[in-house]
DNA sequence: AACGGGGACTGAAACGTATAACTAATACGT
DNA sequence: ACGTATTAGTTATACGTTTCAGTCCCCGTT
């Protein structure tokens, strides 16, 4: 591999001139306009490729994002990925992929973290025992951090999540638009991101007007087909003769069985019941009939994401560690409403 | 943050015997039993975590996977993410995101990757042109390879697929079981995964004795709703009067569509028709009724993919040039057959 | 008693870059 | 003509490790 050496030994300057010709922040001493074409041109010429881990090891700051994440909600990771990869491109960063399950992380990943000095770090949709765990290791380490997720607010870190408020509102504005009044709920387990929806919802509901029964709001499962399908039963069984005309999912997955027993039981869909999901996963697009759902955009949370940890790494001194502590950074998303065929006027009776 | 030279001033002992104790390949050079412990000891007590970076930069090995793949099959890429990953940290590898779009490849992603001296590759779903570009950098680089995906026989790398063959005539092979004797093909845009399996159905329907009309052959496309709905209702309509009973479909997305399109014709499911995707992505549960598909167990391929790049870069020298050119060596996963609600025997008609 | 040999450890040289500190040469105001 | 700035570079050191080449000491052999 050619080194900056070779580039001095060949284009007749020192390697020092090279690494400032090259090194891009080289504001700090003038070279002169000649010298630096030449170096510059043996440079192309011998293809020269820097070397980043010298580099990294220099400078003492790795420009590695570690991102630690769960394959449960495949898709919307790889939005945030692609996001962040966006931004950590435009900042020379690296995105390290260190962690992939939901539940515990161990001493090895940790471990992982700080043997690559890690800039800082992306987590997404990891369970609250991991969350905790990993939120201690990075704080103690002042290690910059962006959490993705309705976690409950940290003190350390930033935090950056969809406008879940906003996107339920949307749906309800939607739907009382369309003329329902009769609105039911079904979210996923509460806790993490569903107990928020469903507060959305309540909130939503009443600032237009409206109250549901008890039986109309349901904790149910995010992905468990069999615990939906019975919650879903369970609701129509419980609504007796007054049926809801329009059902509010906290997620994609959950509107599929909704339309799946609703159509089992007989209704035609969406002219007797009115279904909308949330996330707009590509799932959505081919349920039957496609779904009217809550687009997230992953994608952008991934952008600020990065910025955030970016931003915060490079205000840091030059042993890796992070200046401020941006304690509790909360920063929202908006979300936008996708119309399609699952939502439609109730049913004139 | 510690260094060696701190732990061995403490341990009383010179930073290279800590580096002997600590660097792991210590076979070369005895370090007596109790000088061991002490600086074990010493280490921990002071918390030293080694330093990757300066690993990397002075033994020339960066131990960096990169990863370059699209975000089309998210589901399926998150999986062999999680197989790589697996692997990658029982060797002390680690996986970078460097890609993540289907066109293109720009001289900046090249740049990046040999900037960080990567190790190894492995591409994931990407167009063939931008696999053509990587192929070409890699192999001039000498920088191992390993490509997933039905892509034609490479020169440098190794390749690494799931058996569609396998795969397809499991699929035949359950709907002859069933009785199945008028089985219809839809798949993907031809070129890529499409063209494979296609080849398959026809193979193994004539193993069994069976051949389809040309009009039940059909190539349409991976994801656009649109596009597979007039396929589907193309092919229904130039049937006439003899329907096929079966249809085999490439991907679980197409295998959705078909069963929205022959709801609508007023068909039953899956009495009058059955229905297998191809995949068992997660959607194929959610479907009404479940998928019958075909398990490709992508995760595995990630395991294989990541176990032998990283061998073939371990063979390679101290500067990380590959040892051996592993010319198109080509790996077939097995699949597995899942049966669901979506197939059924055919109408007694 | 001299010698060989091996076990246990140390010294020092890399690896490729960034950067502080220094130097040489030129320009400028008086 | 002289001191002072400014420009355009160079020299040398440091980053934290791996690893080669010694060094030292003790033990067994002749």
Redesign the pocket.
């Known amino acids: 591999?050619v080194?900056?050496?070779d580039v001095a030994a060949r284009a007749g300057?020192?390697?020092?001139?090279v690494?400032?010709v090259?090194?891009g922040?080289s504001d700090?001493?003038?070279?002169?306009a000649q010298?630096r074409e030449r170096v510059l041109a043996v440079a192309r010429e011998l293809g020269y490729q820097?070397?980043q881990i010298?580099?990294a090891?220099?400078?003492?700051k790795s420009r590695i994002i570690g991102v630690l994440t769960a394959p449960q909600a495949s898709e919307n990771i790889i939005n945030i990925l692609a996001g962040a990869m966006e931004t950590a491109n435009e900042n020379e960063y690296l995105l390290k992929v260190l962690h992939l399950s939901y539940d515990s992380i161990d001493d090895a990943t940790i471990a992982r973290c700080l043997e690559w000095r890690l800039a800082s770090a992306l987590i997404v949709g990891l369970s609250e025992e991991a969350h905790a765990r990993l939120h201690e290791a990075f704080r103690a380490n002042r290690i910059p951090l962006a959490v993705i997720d309705n976690v409950p607010p940290t003190e350390w870190g930033v935090r950056i999540r969809s406008d879940d408020e906003e996107g339920i509102a949307q749906v309800i504005s939607h739907l009382t638009a369309l003329g329902h009044r009769q609105i039911a709920y079904i979210g996923g387990r509460p806790g993490l991101l569903s107990g928020w929806r469903e507060a959305s919802f309540r909130t939503a509901l009443a600032a237009a007007g409206m109250v549901a029964p008890p039986h109309w709001i349901r904790q149910s499962s995010w992905g468990d087909q069999r615990i939906i399908e019975a919650d879903v039963q369970a609701m129509f069984q419980q609504s007796g003769d007054t049926l809801p005309t329009a059902v509010v999912c906290s997620a994609d997955t959950i509107a599929m069985v909704v339309l799946r027993v609703a159509r089992a039981r007989g209704l035609r869909l969406p002219a007797d019941l009115s279904v909308t999901g949330y996330s707009n996963g590509s799932l959505s697009g081919f349920a039957d009939p496609p779904l009217t759902t809550v687009d997230q955009s992953f994608t952008e949370m991934g952008r600020v994401a990065a910025a955030h940890v970016i931003a915060i790494a490079e205000r840091g001194d030059a042993r890796g560690n992070a200046g401020d502590t941006v304690d509790g950074l909360d920063i929202r998303i908006p979300t936008r409403l996708i119309e399609r065929g699952s939502t439609a006027p109730p049913p004139p009776g």
Chains 1, 2 share one sequence.
């Open positions: 591999m080194t900056m050496g300057v020192s390697q020092a001139t690494s400032f090259l090194g922040s700090r001493l003038k070279i002169s010298t820097r070397n010298a580099r090891m220099v400078t003492g």
